[in-house]
Every structure is written in C-alpha cells, then in structure tokens.
C-alpha cells in the first residue's frame, strides 16, 4: 500500500500555524450561544379588530422593545425576528411553516387562541416548572388549561377595552348609558360596533350578565333573569333609533370613522390608542365604558400569553424559555407597562401607578369591571361558532327585523346550544 506524499517544510508550518486559529473556531462552535448571534423568532397574533400595516408592525416591535432591551442585557447575543399574522389565518400559517420546519420558537397569541392551538398539535404545553405560577391568578391559569390539564401559554399581559373619545369637542366621556344617549341627542357622533364580542360590555350596564352566563352554561335563565336579556336587548334596538348613534359591522369600521374626525366617541381597544394618538394627538381621551342602571359595564378583555413553538431546536427553546421567564418578572412586567402604557401586566403582584396617568387609570378600571366577563370568557371563546349566530341575531334586533322579547328567546337557545 502506497504511503501518502510527505507534506513539505513548508506545508507543516502553515498548518502547526493554523492550529490555534481552528482550536478557537472549534470552542467557538461549541460556545456559540456565547459568541454567536442567536435569533429567536417571535409570531403574533393580530387581532380581527386589527390590520396589519407597517404602523401595526411598528407599534408591536415598539412595545416589544421594551423587553427587549433588557433581556438583551443579559443575553447581548440575541436578535428577535417577529412576524405578524392575522387571527383567522394564525392556526394555518403555523401548520404550514411547522410542517417546514420554519415554525416560530415563541408566540405571542391570545388566550383563547392558544388552548385552540395546543389541542390542534400546533403548539406544545409549557413546562410547569420552568416558572412559577404563583404570580399568575389561578382563575386565568384554569382558563389557559386545556382537557388534559396542560399549560397552553405563559400569561404576559392583557389588553383592555375602553371608550374612545375626542377631547376637542367632549369635555369628559359619558359615565353611564343614559349620559351616552343623552350626548348623542346634544350632536355628538357615537359610534358601536355589531360584532357581538365587541358589543357584550353593554351587558353588564344593563343587569344581564348573570342571564347570559346562565344561558351559556346550557341552563334556562328564571324568569327574572329573562326579562334582563330583554332590558338589554330593548336598549340596543333603541340606540340605534338615535339619530346620532350608528352600529358599525365591525370595530375597524367604527375605529376609521373616529380617526376622520366622524364620530366623537366609540369603545376601543388599548391596542389602538398608539394608532389614534397618531391621528388625534392630545385631542384623544380615554375613559372607562359607561355603566348604567344595571351595574358597571363589562369589558371583554383580551389575555395576551406567551406559546412554544413545536419544533424548535434545544438551544432555541432554552432561549424561548429564558426570555418568557424574564418577560413575566415584576421589573420587566412594570417597564412594559409604563413604556407602552397601552397594556397592563398579568403578574397580579405588580402595581400600576394610576395617579399620573388618565389612560392607565382607566385601564385598570376596565380590567377591574371585567372580572366580571370571566365566566363568560370561559364558557364562550373567542372563536366558539354560537358568536356568529348572535351577531346575526343582533343586527337583525337592532334594525328592527326581531322585537326583543323573541330575540330574547332566540338568544337563549343559542347560547344554550353548547358546542
């Protein structure tokens, strides 16, 4: 057998030169989360209510950057990739980038959205101990649990609903029912949205929340209870006979008309408040819902929690992991509060300070009256299909097609029939 050609003098010094030179590649390779950037790549939701534009995409790597910047303090190498998909697309998109092997290693989806995922196989449950729970009120946790007991996310903070109002020409937002009707009548523009999600923080103000929860369980509501659904189902085909209060078929409707100056008052989400604020400037007010005769008004608001992706690498989920564990710690959970100021925490030991600021404050008092909603959000998801049935049967309520007392009735078996 031949013996291989000698390598030359000078071959052998290029190559005991080389040597240190491939000894620091190597540890380098084995060291990379040190040296090495590392991407960790971020999906997130976009509401319905929403649409995905550069100021959207702006707006969300904006309020991301708050902790962004300080996990990057303590892990300098990381680089986040963030990618915006639509609620209704969010399930396939992930499949389908999944199935790639190109799907996300965190997502930032709402609650409800990520038990749907977690059920589908499109997401993976997060580990229990990797976090203490403890900051986190059980009643949430319980409602992000699926059949099997498992975690579908991590809660990261919650996104409020609100009233909207131009400043430049209300002194201060109605605080009840009446009042709104009542500034309506005096010239104002009021502006609601159909869609029944968006809609149902009317209920509280009217008694009828205990009813529809009632009904949502699949029960019969008592007489009593009956004649609340009605109460409230009157008032909405009564608004809309004013001659100033128009029923949007959706709250990006609704929002666009604020933004050119049409209406001068209608319920929006804190999401939006950085896009009006563009518009509006200091002319934008922000209030808590108007109650009424009935009770407080009763906000639906939206759970945001961070998701695990299926199929990242080791390193990539140890990052996912690290940097939900420091996105939910008080610090970081305060800084993204009052960076943004357009969303609250979810560690429930984190105080919001209300005194200085009109728009927090009245967020906090929006996540106060929905607790309110909590039994309903459990009973009726954001996706559960008896939602469509009711806003069909609310648009034909309020434009008279239906009195409220069958409406009623049509509303119950809706609500009763329990996918």
Known sequence: MPHPPALSQATRRVAWRCLPVLASLLLLGCRAGDGLPNVLYLGVEVNSDE???ANLLADTRQRLGYLEAGYRQLYPNTRFQVSLYPEQQLAWAIQRRNRAGLGPDLLLINGDMAVQLLDAGVIAPFPRTEVDLNPFDPQVLDRLRNSSGELAGLPLLVQTQLACFNRRRLDAAPTTL??????SAKGHPVGLSMEAYNLFWTVGSLGAIDAIDTAAAGRQPSGAQQQAIERWLTWLQNANNQLRVTFYASHSSAEAEFQA??????PCRSSAIPRLRKTLGDGLGVAPLPGGEGGNASPINKLRVLALGTNASRSSRERAL???????NPLSQRNLTLGSQVVLPANRFVRVPVSSSATLRAMVTSTEQGSQTNTLGELIHSNDPR???????LTTLVFGEVPPSKAGQSLVAILRNRP
């Open 51 to 53: 649409t995905i534009d």
């Open 322 to 328: 690290a940097f939900s564990r420091f996105s939910v």
């Open 261 to 266: 100056g049409r209406l001068d008052w209608f």
């Open 178 to 183: 009446q009042q709104l009707l009542d500034t």
């Open 387 to 393: 939602l469509d049935k009711i806003q069909t049967l």
